[in-house]
């Protein structure tokens, strides 16, 4: 990418611009006024979208005047953006609707809290589409088809729920039915240095073995080049983030009927390649690495390879943090022993609060639909104001859009290619194992993988421990 | 020329110096390194060799306190909470724990007991209880709401601390006061309070801190309009990346009113410090 002062704008966010100042200013003015006026920050009031085009849907949007509804996400680019824009919310609906942000570590305690107790404090959150199953067992939300096919509620022609990614309609569906409206999504891509591919005469992985072999040759640690990085923190959503990719990849089937499995040879081959990959090309250390210390690492200029988010691109190509800019390239997962490529289906999505009542819940939804619809999308993606854009548009059009599109070419070679190729071929619903016990399978396996990294166990005995417990787990 | 015995206490001194600085610098290393930082560029926070000489810039505390990120209102209402708190724990703590020193309460163990109890449950184990019972009060989110759960825990610590204190005064002074005909009330005010001045003192710092870092009650129990700045500084956090900077800068930024409060205090703590080591724990 080259470094004119074009591509300045994508990137400089925490310039004060003109929003920043009035924003400086009005929260100056807030902090005189009393507390209990200090909810949410103040905005300039002004219309990001044309409310004729939402008019254009058959639906009333003002069915829910006057309702009160907050909906938890977590402090992130994308749902600043969408917090920017929902003044025009409150226009078309008469809806009192706000955002609250929670941190990412606590979001889904906070979410479990308020559901298992029917609260109805959230009409809607940010979801982890992993916690669905979880949600649907217990009741805790409404299945939205019975939103979707009210057409009272709902304008398909105008909303065309099917226009959003497939593998994020999956992800948040429970046996075919949908229960959340997914909001921002990834697909997990092969992100390289360029320029070191290039002076070793190679260049992105076709397979997971090439992926290694392509680790061997630049891995340089005496003048600080490692080979490459995965996620190696332990976590559901950390390194039971990225091995499971592998496992797909290696042909492991988490699901024998009932059963889940995890100690298969599929399963024993996928984490003694990921041991072995990391414990030979990644710096040391790599057991504690999450993605943002995988990012910085290679915005430094210290990692060659790293498999991850696409929305990750955004924090290696940004000038202010990154060395590395303009030596960057992008491709697919690569293909494992089974011949599949398999990336991460991750997206935070809106569910609608089975404790509300029925109007709260007619305000969730307006909300749902709206936040997932193709205008609020446009609005805080490549038309939004602010400096920055998101990259984790919903909708399969919007990655056709030229405008989108032009948006994301420029964080480096083949991204959009790798990324609308993986949305389109790559997608898995069962990509983890989709049950109610998730978070403690979750945690179990995550414990394993990073049992095995470190060298506590072996692949096999790591697995074969995580099996007993998982068993455990699901009979209690 | 020095003796032996002097010699041997310099040589002490200078190993007691010495062991002194080296846990001083332990203690203030991640304090001078997150001042670093907040001064750096978020590019140069992660070069490796670490640059020690670089131009500072004074962005990163400008985002913290206006930026996108703001945390000033947080910080606002981290100072609500905690005033208040450390108000209501020494208005009602004082009198309670004069009464445990001193009346002769029906059951004045067990109450001491059960006062202490309510400490050796771990705060985890309270955020359900407390969220459902907020919850129904239509607490949640609210001042009161926090404050009241703030209570619980400094109340049972301050009171148990002044007792403490309360006890170590000599029971003659009250007496000359009862004699000449004060109340118990005009006692206490006259007569003890002046007494553990440094015991209160160390009090509201103990108490003012713990509700200034709690994080746990604060994000469980709080929301868009009691956010305070232990909460709000994770937005640095971001699931994209961690502003390492701009994080420096704003929990710099949160330290100060504890710090001004401590210097301020300062003289009172190490008074108070020592009150119960050099007259012994009193007559519990």
């Known amino acids: 990418m080259p470094k004119n002062s074009n591509d300045r704008t994508l990137f400089d966010k925490f310039n004060v611009s003109r929003r920043t100042a009035v924003k400086t200013a009005l929260a100056g003015a807030a902090t005189l006024a009393a507390p209990g006026l200090m909810i949410g920050r103040a905005h300039a009031a002004g219309q990001y979208m044309d409310l004729g085009s939402f008019q254009g849907a058959g639906i009333d949007w003002r069915m829910a005047e006057g309702e009160e509804i907050t909906i938890a996400v977590i402090p992130a680019g994308y749902f600043k953006n969408l917090e920017e824009v929902m003044p025009d919310f409150r226009t078309l609906t008469g809806i009192n609707a706000r955002l609250e942000m929670i941190p990412p570590g606590q979001i889904r305690q906070k979410a479990v809290l308020d559901l298992s107790s029917k609260t109805g404090t959230y009409a809607s959150h940010a979801a982890d589409p992993m916690y669905y199953q979880l949600y649907v067992a217990n009741g805790w939300i409404d299945p939205l088809d019975d939103y979707l096919n009210n057409d009272k509620l709902t304008d398909n022609a105008w909303f065309d729920y099917e226009d959003i990614q497939p593998g994020h309609r999956g992800a948040t569906s429970v046996d075919g039915v949908p229960y959340g409206i997914p909001f921002d999504g990834e697909a997990t891509i092969q992100i390289y240095r360029k320029d070191v591919y290039d002076a070793a005469g190679i260049g992105p992985a076709d397979t997971l073995e090439q992926y290694a072999s392509n680790a061997a040759k630049v891995h340089d640690p005496d003048n600080r080049l490692w080979g490459c990085a995965l996620r190696g923190f332990r976590g559901a959503g950390q390194n039971m983030y990225i091995y499971p990719s592998i496992f797909k990849a290696y042909g492991g089937e988490w699901f024998d009927g009932d059963r889940v499995t995890v100690d298969t040879p599929e399963a024993l081959g996928a984490l003694e390649y990921y041991v072995s990959l990391l414990n030979k090309y990644a710096p040391a250390g790599v057991e504690?690495?999450?993605?943002?210390?995988?990012?910085?690492?290679?915005?430094?200029?210290?990692?060659?390879?790293?498999?991850?988010?696409?929305?990750?691109?955004?924090?290696?190509?940004?000038?202010?943090?990154?060395?590395?800019?303009?030596?960057?390239?992008?491709?697919?997962?690569?293909?494992?022993?089974?011949?599949?490529?398999?990336?991460?289906?991750?997206?935070?999505?809106?569910?609608?609060?089975?404790?509300?009542?029925?109007?709260?819940?007619?305000?969730?939804?307006?909300?749902?639909?709206?936040?997932?619809?193709?205008?609020?999308?446009?609005?805080?993606?490549?038309?939004?104001?602010?400096?920055?854009?998101?990259?984790?548009?919903?909708?399969a059009s919007l990655w056709k859009d030229p405008k989108f599109l032009e948006l994301m070419s420029q964080f480096g070679d083949n991204y959009v290619e790798a990324t609308t190729e993986s949305f389109a071929n790559d997608t898995d619903p069962d990509w983890r194992p989709r049950l109610p016990q998730w978070p403690a399978v979750g945690d179990t396996m995550a414990t394993a993988i990073q049992a095995a990294l470190v060298g506590q166990a072996t692949p096999a005995a790591a697995l074969k421990e995580a099996q007993e417990k998982i068993d455990k787990i699901l009979k209690g | 020329m020095m003796n032996i015995h002097q010699r041997a206490s310099a040589r002490r001194n200078a190993l007691l110096m010495t062991a002194a600085t080296v846990l001083l610098l332990i203690w203030v290393f991640p304090l001078l390194w997150a001042t670093v930082v907040s001064l750096k560029?978020?590019?140069?926070?992660?070069?490796?060799?670490?640059?020690?000489?670089?131009?500072?810039?004074?962005?990163?505390?400008?985002?913290?306190?206006?930026?996108?990120?703001?945390?000033?209102?947080?910080?606002?209402?981290?100072?609500?909470?905690?005033?208040?708190?450390?108000?209501?724990?020494?208005?009602?703590?004082?009198?309670?724990?004069?009464?445990?020193?001193?009346?002769?309460?029906?059951?004045?163990?067990?109450?001491?007991?059960?006062?202490?109890?309510?400490?050796?449950?771990?705060?985890?184990?309270?955020?359900?209880?407390?969220?459902?019972?907020?919850?129904?009060?239509?607490?949640?989110?609210?001042?009161?709401?926090?404050?009241?759960?703030?209570?619980?825990?400094?109340?049972?610590?301050?009171?148990?601390?002044?007792?403490?204190?309360?006890?170590?005064?000599?029971?003659?002074?009250?007496?000359?006061?009862?004699?000449?005909?004060?109340?118990?009330?005009?006692?206490?005010?006259?007569?003890?309070?002046?007494?553990?001045?440094?015991?209160?003192?160390?009090?509201?710092?103990?108490?003012?801190?713990?509700?200034?870092?709690?994080?746990?009650?604060?994000?469980?129990?709080?929301?868009?309009?009691?956010?305070?700045?232990?909460?709000?500084?994770?937005?640095?956090?971001?699931v994209e990346q961690t502003l390492w900077a701009k994080l420096a800068a704003a929990a710099l930024v949160a330290m100060l009113p504890v710090v001004i409060i401590g210097i301020a205090a300062q003289k009172q703590i190490v008074k108070g410090l020592t009150v119960g080591a050099v007259k012994g724990g009193g007559r519990r």
């Open chain 2, 41 to 238: 560029s978020e590019s140069e926070v992660l070069a490796y060799p670490p640059n020690l000489i670089f131009k500072p810039v004074f962005q990163n505390y400008q985002d913290a306190i206006f930026g996108d990120f703001s945390i000033l209102d947080s910080l606002l209402t981290s100072v609500i909470v905690a005033t208040t708190t450390t108000l209501l724990t020494i208005v009602l703590a004082v009198p309670a724990a004069y009464a445990f020193a001193r009346l002769k309460l029906p059951a004045r163990r067990t109450l001491g007991f059960y006062t202490l109890a309510t400490q050796m449950v771990p705060p985890v184990g309270l955020v359900i209880p407390y969220f459902l019972i907020l919850n129904k009060l239509q607490w949640l989110d609210t001042y009161q709401g926090m404050i009241v759960v703030y209570l619980t825990f400094s109340l049972p610590f301050a009171i148990w601390l002044l007792v403490s204190y309360m006890e170590d005064i000599p029971f003659e002074m009250e007496e000359a006061a009862l004699l000449d005909k004060a109340s118990r009330l005009q006692t206490m005010w006259y007569v003890i309070i002046p007494q553990v001045r440094g015991g209160i003192a160390v009090t509201v710092i103990f108490v003012f801190l713990n509700a200034w870092n709690e994080f746990l009650f604060a994000v469980q129990l709080g929301g868009n309009t009691v956010r305070p700045v232990t909460v709000a500084m994770y937005n640095f956090v971001s």
């Open chain 1, 288 to 395: 504690n690495w999450n993605w943002p210390d995988i990012a910085d690492a290679f915005g430094q200029g210290t990692v060659a390879s790293y498999i991850d988010a696409h929305g990750s691109a955004a924090v290696v190509a940004n000038p202010e943090k990154s060395k590395v800019v303009g030596k960057i390239g992008f491709a697919r997962w690569p293909k494992g022993p089974s011949g599949k490529r398999v990336t991460s289906i991750w997206n935070w999505s809106f569910p609608i609060n089975g404790a509300l009542s029925e109007k709260q819940k007619h305000a969730t939804w307006l909300f749902n639909q709206w936040a997932g619809s193709r205008e609020v999308q446009v609005a805080t993606t490549y038309a939004f104001p602010g400096a920055y854009k998101r990259t984790g548009a919903n909708r």
